[in-house]
């Protein structure tokens, strides 16, 4: 079993850089206009030839109220009927990807998300899973993950029962907070019964799978009543919980404008409600995972850790990563191969796009030899924190330390600080630095000295 987690103030306080969140490698900043649809079907092509297993992701943009925190894409709209123009454009981008496919292609993972895909109507979901089933190798018998994210405000019992009759089994569930002065701070009015319902509903209706999203660092928060909101979680018994540190860029996110920054938690109060929360989940049972991520012991994410096969991919952690990931709907990003590829993010101009029968790629990147090397090395550190140099020079046919000499007084640097352990043969995050693993992965990062740093959110 991995050590736990040891938590360093003085340790956080040097390292907590702002930094990507490696999703991907390299990561969507670095995409550009050059890669479209004509790059995409020739990737279509290399995965229909190996036979690749596919992941599949259907972003589903719209919700009916605005939280204020959410940096996410997407339409914030009352009108029910927006969807169907959408839902159109969407089975069109399914139909044109699908016959660049084998039939034999079995899509191992399924997820919806958003905005808030239970936005849809009963029916529209029916016919949504019914194109998907018709175009893809979809499973029947259950084995696949198939996950959906669920805004409690916009599912009930008879919600539930239909997801779980498409094919669904597995439920991501946002909450954020418990506290009503926080919930009326960010515009999400959400209480602990609706969400209870909806777990219930879930382990009734036997989804195999459930996670609960926490947002730390919002308005009106504090140590105290965010502990109270980890404390009722517990209780609820999530199989996963993704706890987020939520980052203030009003200046990129307007939504966010409507937060007062008076009432956002000091960065010292930011850190003890994490060293709490880490306690709290600690104490109940749970693993961390990694990146914000915990999960019973019995999760196939912990299972996966332990055994060194987790992976990482747009969806976060994963145990599908040898899938081609194919995104679909506005925004939506494809990894194929060493194809990275995203849809346009404006919906009038994806919906356009596809109506003249083209897909809406508007950028991406193809990985190079060195990318590859450094996507795999970054891999390993935030999934299995730890990296040995052998399985690197044989993949890639290098001199680990040679290769990487330059970077070498910064990871002794690291070495020295207890955040790693390093020798010839293996780096390994040590448990003082598995919450600061994101700032061990960014010495490998080629891009990195480029970028302005106030684009991402800090590692704690």
Not at 87 to 93: I, S, V
Not at 147 to 176: C, K, Y
Not at 311 to 339: E, K, P, W
Request: hydrophobic letters at 40%.
């Amino acid at each position: 079993m991995l050590d736990a987690i040891r938590w360093d103030t003085d340790l956080i306080r040097r390292y907590d850089l702002a930094g990507p969140r490696y999703t991907s490698y390299p990561t969507a900043v670095q995409f550009h206009s050059q890669v479209g649809s004509f790059d995409l079907f020739h990737a279509l092509r290399d995965s229909r030839k190996a036979l690749r297993p596919l992941s599949l992701y259907v972003h589903v943009p719209f919700c009916a109220n605005i939280c204020y925190y959410c940096a996410c894409n997407k339409v914030i709209t009352k009108d029910r009927g927006r969807a169907l123009p959408y839902l159109q454009r969407l089975e069109q981008e399914i139909q044109l990807i699908a016959c660049h496919l084998d039939p034999a292609q079995k899509v191992e993972q399924l997820h919806f998300g958003g905005g808030t895909p239970t936005f849809l109507s009963h029916d529209e979901l029916r016919q949504l899973m019914a194109q998907l089933r018709k175009s893809f190798n979809l499973l029947d018998d259950d084995s696949g993950d198939y996950g959906i994210e669920i805004d409690p405000r916009e599912a009930d019992w008879s919600t539930m029962g239909l997801l779980r009759e498409l094919g669904f089994n597995r439920v991501s569930i946002g909450l954020q907070d418990l506290d009503p002065a926080v919930q009326r701070a960010v515009n999400r009015l959400q209480s602990l019964e609706e969400t209870r319902a909806v777990i219930d509903a879930a382990r009734t209706l036997q989804f195999r799978s459930i996670n609960i999203d926490l947002i730390y660092g919002l308005p009106r928060q504090t140590p105290e009543n965010f502990a109270r909101t980890v404390d009722e979680v517990i209780n609820l018994q999530p199989d996963r919980l993704s706890v987020f540190n939520y980052a203030h860029l009003p200046e990129r996110f307007m939504p966010q404008r409507r937060i007062n920054s008076d009432e956002l938690p000091t960065p010292a109060q930011k850190l003890e409600m994490l060293q709490r929360t880490i306690e709290q989940l600690t104490t109940a049972g749970y693993r961390y995972i990694g990146m914000d991520h915990f999960a019973l012991p019995d999760d196939e994410l912990a299972i996966a850790q332990e055994e060194s096969t987790l992976q990482r991919n747009f969806q976060g952690y994963t145990t599908h990563g040898h899938c081609d990931l194919i995104g679909l709907g506005v925004s939506a990003i494809s990894q194929i191969g060493d194809l990275y590829c995203q849809n346009t993010s404006d919906l009038a101009q994806y919906q356009n796009t596809l109506a003249t029968g083209q897909l809406a790629t508007s950028r991406g990147l193809v990985c190079n030899v060195d990318d590859r090397l450094r996507r795999a090395v970054i891999q390993q550190l935030i999934c299995r924190f730890s990296l040995e140099f052998v399985e690197i020079e044989q993949a890639f046919n290098i001199d680990f330390r040679g290769y990487f000499g330059q970077l070498w007084p910064q990871l002794l640097t690291m070495a020295d600080d207890g955040l790693i352990s390093l020798d010839n043969e293996r780096i390994t995050v040590l448990p003082a630095g598995r919450l600061l693993v994101r700032s061990v992965c960014m010495v490998f990062d080629a891009y990195l000295q480029q970028l302005n740093h106030q684009r991402f959110s800090r590692v704690i």
